[in-house]
């Protein structure tokens, strides 16, 4: 995905700056569940697109 020039990083405090410190430290890591969602349907959609293809081949 491309950034525009102009988007700048904001930095990360609170709470979240201790997940993500504890998730660094254990090895762990962050997601949103949106995200998590749609990567899933993105995968289930392209697992459903290769077996058509191949019925179809």
Known sequence: MKYPFYTLSKPVVGSEAKKLALAIKTGGSISNEAAI??????????????ITHAANT
């Open 37 to 50: 969602a749609t990567a899933k349907r993105i995968a289930e959609r392209r697992k459903n697109r290769k």
